[in-house]
């Protein structure tokens, strides 16, 4: 590495290097984790997946495990892990942004051995790539080993061996392994697992990066020593190894394991920031360490400064007089933006790919909250409409190679993100607004004039200043506070969080950089209160088997025909085994039913959101399944939000289903009568009876639809009697289907509501408004459901473009493979291959007679009473056949031949006709297949048999012997 490297080619460089030792190459692992004791956790560490092997519970067998990117030995691993530290013992979440070094999400590069090597290899590796190939400067290089405190009751012996296999390393270039080698404490260089398990020393690696030339003399290394395990960032640990060698057991006890294992862990950013900082370890005089400063966070902060016109400089906020750590100037403020908006765009993204969504509990709490703290930060910037999630693009374009599943899934990480984003929008300001008022509050009071006349005469010649404001809207005055208050209530506090939405720690943030606190004891109290409430309504949810149990009878009022957003009252909550659903008075959200798909959705009680998964009925009454364990409580009012792109993707497929109907009798039949359908975002099926279609028919049915859909005709709908919809033989109404009184005819062309469109049928389902709204039709495939029942499978719109998109993509592709000028040119290139293939075929058939024939002319010479019996070794069945083929001409015999190409057995005899009486064919072959583990048989002159038992081919040949005699 003599020019600097890219982030990419570290990670490369680390997992090539422990490649080329035989470990097997890992995928990262889910940032999700389900812990021993069953919490749902975020995976904190690179050891997480491997902690089942390290309990003795696992085979060591990483070979075999799925997605393997390089398959080594089944004891040796590596990886980059996905770490997320922002809850329990390891939360960084608030110190993000305001250093260079704190994130939420990092990756941690790791090697293990289960049961294989030990400290001798893995020190020396770890020696081999950091000193030897990625060339850190030796004399800024420290190692710790363990060094127990008995004092305080520090488990097991000092790493001596740890200790010289250290020494050996630094006295091989000339350094003193005294100054060198640090000892640490329990705390800095002992492991454990828990209490009680598998436990060990470790030994960390430490780079001195204070100021000055790369090399450092004997004065300045045994300063730096004197810097290790300390608290100056100028010094910091890069790689840790843990050696898990003994087992702590209740008694307090520290017994050997019978396997010793190796666990180690790099922080990939940190070590990025050293070798980029420094330039390649050529400058430490001007050298910038900062994670943030690399091209891991670079393009996301160029993609940033293109959305916001602000630029980021790299400042660091200081500490106020409470010791906060509080941006001052603009700058800094923009740069600690910058760097949290970064960070928690990849945590957000990392944790929605692996399937972990922001919620209202546990870790999807979290998420929550970080993405929450991030849309604030973008106030900072000056972003008032939904922005992270149009970062996304840029993060799955950097780092969509080592970490696939952000390409994969980044359309659904947008959705929910823009999703996340947009609720808390709603509320983001007017809770800062609150704050506002509140922290005025705790500075000012106002008095009525006579009030402040009054306070001014008191204070008369005490020397204190009373600054006033008078309100302009009331007849108060405003005096600042001789005593500010300095603490946010708690009831400010629940207020921002169960109105507005503001996690915690968001006002905490705030009101840090007022220099103020929080009474979060205040409200910890608050919240419980809250949860309180919320056991006692969940004891009142109605437990149901099914869905026929639910208590509310009165129908459910739907208006989503006509709008998709709307304020709606929760009337009833039950429980159904793993689901919850809400009965709500009114609904924009469709219920499942006449083949249409029902609606998904959410539901918005002040910044909290409550995913709705799908909405079916029970009679009249609709019901909204949610997603997750929460739910709101009965008699709250709710924003009731239907997914709009999902909703319109359905209405593209149900209105083409119309349309193809009408298709269907033009082309095929009026008697092609609808049997039944399905209607999804995805997709439509629609069966009907009739005979298999012909091409000829589906190609003018796709065309027809498509006719229609340009055409951009109306569509509408009306409700009228009954009787006089069933009057109107323009309408069309499915047989066997029970009707109302008043029914719903959704019209296609004419005079919108005048019942004079070419497609009318009875329908309770939603529709565009014109047929141009569904944009592409395509046919996916016609087949039989049943006996006379015929299905056709169609896609529409976004759905149809995707396809055409795949299908161009894929001609473009299979025309680069044969050379051609594009798609058009395919079809010539296509033809020419298949030309070449058959003169090649031919010319590969002479040069197998040619072949045949001189092996034919060889086994002749070999010829015993009458009889070629012979074993054409590695060549496949054609080939034997046509050495049969060209004895048949010259040998007037037996002829038995055996080959073994493919892995598989061919049999093949011929007898002329001279010999018949004595022996037949098919005779042989049916005795000496089964030799070979297979079978066969034929006529008396010529037969065929294979089998699959190679090693038996000479013992079969010398039972045809027998037969021939």
Known sequence: MSAVPTAAQIRQSFLDFFKSKDHTIVPSDNVGYTSRDGARIFTNAGMNQFVPIFLGERSADVDTWPGVLHKGLPTRAA?????????????????????????????????????????????????????????????????????????KGDPADRDQEAWDIWAEKFRSIGLDPDIHIVNGNKKDNFWMMGDTGPCGPCTEIHIDLTPGAPNLDEDRQRAGALLVNGSDASCIEIWNNVFIQYNANPDGSFVPLPAKHVDTG?????????????????????????????????????????????????????????????????????????????????????????????????????????????????????????????????????????????????????????????????????????????????????????????????????????????????????????????????ANAFELYDTYGFPLDLTELMARERGLTVDTKGFEALMEEQKQRAREAGKKNKQVVS????????????????????????????????????????????AEMGGQIGDAGQLILGANTFPISATTKVGNTWLHFLEGDETPAVDATVRLVVDAPRRHAIERHHTVTHILHWALHEV?????????????????????????????????????????????????????????????????ALFGEKYGDLVRVVQIGGQPHKLDGWSMELCGGTHTRGTGEIGLFRLVGESAVAAGVRRIEAIAGLEAYNAARADADLLKLLAGKVSAQGAHDLEKKIEALQQQLKDTEKALKAAQQRE???????????????????????????????????????????????????????????????????????????????????????????????????SKVDAALAEARKLIG
Not at 678 to 685: A, G, H, Q, Y
Not at 699 to 725: G, H, T
Request: glycine share 6%; net charge neutral.
């Open 852 to 950: 045949a024939s001189g092996r034919a002319k060889d086994l002749l010479t070999k010829a015993e009473n009458n009889a070629i019996i012979a074993n054409l070794g590695d060549v496949d069945a054609d080939n034997a056949l046509a050495v049969s083929d060209a004895l048949k001409g010259t040998f007037n015999g037996i002829v038995v031949l055996a080959a073994t190409g493919g892995g598989n057995v061919a049999l093949i005899a011929s007898v002329a006709k001279d010999h018949q009486a004595k022996i037949q064919a098919g005779k042989i072959i049916q005795t000496i297949a089964p030799i070979v583990g297979g079978k066969g048989g034929g006529k008396p002159d010529f037969a065929r048999g294979g089998g699959k038992d190679v």
């Open 547 to 590: 869905v026929s149990e639910i208590e509310t009878k009165a129908p459910t009022k739907f208006i989503g025909y006509d709008t998709l957003e709307a304020d709606v009252r929760v009337l009833e909550v039950v429980s159904m085994k793993d689901k919850n659903a809400v009965v709500l008075d009114v609904s924009t959200c469709y």
């Open 668 to 732: 095929v039949s009026k008697d092609a009568t609808q049997k039944g359908s399905s209607v999804t975002p995805d997709k439509l099926t629609f069966d009907f009876n009739s005979a298999a279609l012909t091409p000829q028919q589906l190609a003018d049915i796709e065309r027809l639809v498509n006719e229609r859909i340009v055409a951009n005709d109306p569509v509408s709908w009306s409700e009228v009697p009954y009787v006089e919809a069933k009057a109107n033989n323009g309408i069309m």
């Open 266 to 490: 790099m922080g990939f950013e940190r070590v990025c920031s050293i070798i980029q900082g420094t330039k390649n370890f050529t400058d430490f005089e001007t050298a910038k360490i900062s994670n943030y400063d690399t091209d891991v966070f670079k393009p996301i902060f160029d993609e940033l400064t293109k959305m916001c016109g602000k630029t980021y400089q790299s400042t660091l906020p200081k500490a106020n007089a409470q010791g906060h750590v509080v941006p001052v100037t603009e700058q800094e403020k923009i740069d600690v933006a910058f760097r949290v908006i970064a960070d928690h765009l990849r945590t957000l993204s990392f944790a929605i790919a692996d399937g972990i969504q922001p919620g209202n509990s546990d870790r999807n709490y979290t998420l929550r909250r970080i993405l929450r703290r991030a849309v604030k930060y973008g106030r900072t910037l000056e972003f008032k409409e939904p922005f992270f999630y149009k970062l996304v693009d840029v993060l799955a374009q950097h780092m969509g190679d080592v970490f696939p599943e952000l390409r994969t899934k980044k359309e659904q990480v947008k959705a929910v993100l823009k999703l996340e984003e947009e609720a808390f929008n709603r509320t983001l300001d007017r809770g800062i607004a609150l704050f506002d008022k509140v922290v005025e509050a705790m500075e000012w009071t106002t008095q009525t004039e006579t009030e402040y006349t009054a306070s001014i005469t008191s204070k008369l010649g005490t020397g204190e200043v009373l600054e006033k404001s008078k309100s302009t809207t009331t007849e108060t005055t405003k005096i600042r506070r001789a005593e500010p208050i300095t603490v946010v209530p708690a």
């Open 79 to 151: 990886d980059t892990q996905k770490c997320i530290r922002a809850g329990g013992k390891h939360n960084d979440l608030e110190d993000v942004g305001l250093d260079t070094y704190h994130h939420t999400l990092f990756e941690m590069l790791g090697n293990w051995s289960f049961g294989d090597y030990f400290k001798k290899e893995a020190i020396s590796w770890a020696w081999e790539l950091i000193i030897e190939k990625w060339k850190f400067p030796p004399t800024r290089v420290f190692a710790t080993i363990y060094q127990p405190d008995k004092s």
